[in-house]
């Protein structure tokens, strides 16, 4: 501004050799501003003015711009405020739903491990069931088995005898008694048995 | 050719008298009552839709609210709160008295230096009672700069006393000065043009240069016309701070 202030310094020194001063018409050297009967009325004036514009701005213009910016300012924080909550609600939701669809998740792997648990040990039984049955079964054949045989091996030894007898009475005609016959078979199968255990 | 500086004369519309004063309704009167009406129309017009997305004019008006009341919270602070209508009301006052100055034909009031020093030294004398009310007689340790070696302590005390009792002067000379020098210079340029459009001819049309001219230096005058309501305001917010905070 120092550029202006000088070139109106100029300005105002030249003013009457141009001749302008005769224009300003008053007693201060050109400048009406410094003509000092004007300073009442404009100060009055001014306070005047001033005053009432407080006035209306204080009163009315200001408070309404204010509550128009307050509400503005509620309703984008109100905003927000619901945006936090339903973000919140959202953030919650999901973790209750996590949480429950993990506790359903781990709820059917149990139920699913007890499933399993409970037929491995019905099909253990049954099997160790099965198994005593079987064994028992098998025990009571074997003991069949070798009651059969042994009796088929006493019967053996009579049928064995039998046969001797009747080969010899029909080879020699002899008639051998039959504690004869029946130890030199018992003799002949023994030799028989240790030829063969050999 | 008239003077360049006869725009700035009071011209009395209607004589009024009070209490022996001459206080007559003259042009400078009236467009402080059009400064005043216009700012406030403005404003109150502007804010009438009371919209949640504001339009072109309410935008303005919440901008201009914003723009004070930012300048007070800065410079200021929460304290500033009460005294924010009086510098809005300032600031306005102002700002549309500049503005309003700069359409052909009408007045700037603040050209006048009564006015500026008027409003300069209600603001120092408001500022200095606010200081004295709050501070009490702790107030005049602002004229002792901290830190300072207690020899040079009486000459700073000096220049500060003399720097805060030149406060008014400056704040109204430079509003005023700044207003007077750019209504002065846009008519030279405008008495210029007519000079040398008055010689007739082919020479006449050298009148367009002082025109291009003006036109520049009317987008330069708006600019200061904003920017000194600007200066104008934050000086005297910096000042309301130094009351209310002292250093």
Redesign the interface.
Known sequence: ?KH??L??VV??LM?PA?????????EAG??????L???????????V??A???L???V???P??????E??QQ?ITNDLEKARDADSKVTEMRLSYEASLEAARSEAAEKARDALNEAKLTAEKAEAEMATKLNRKIKTAEKKMMKMRDDAMVNIDEVAAEITALTVSHLTNLKPTKAAVSKSVKIAMAARANQEAS | MHSPVEQFTIKVLFALNLFGYDVSFTNSSLFMVLTVLASVVFLALAIRPAALIPGRMQGLAEMLYEFVADMVRSNVGNEGRPYFPVIFTLFMFVLFSNLLGLIPYSYTTTSQIVVTFAMALTIFLGVTLIALVKHGFHFFSFFVPSGAPKALIPFLVIIEVISYFVRPVSLSVRLFANMLAGHTMLKVFAGLAVMIASAGGVAAAGSVLPLIAIIGLTGLEVLVAVLQAYVFTILTCMYLNDALHLH
């Open positions: 501004m202006k202030t070139l109106l300005t105002l003013s141009f001749g302008w001063a005769a224009g300003g018409g008053n050109g400048l009406p501003q410094l003509d009967t004007t300073w009442p009325t404009q100060l009055f004036w001014l306070i003015t001033f009432i514009m407080y209306l701005m204080s009315m213009v200001t309404r711009i204010r509550s128009v910016l509400d503005r309703r």
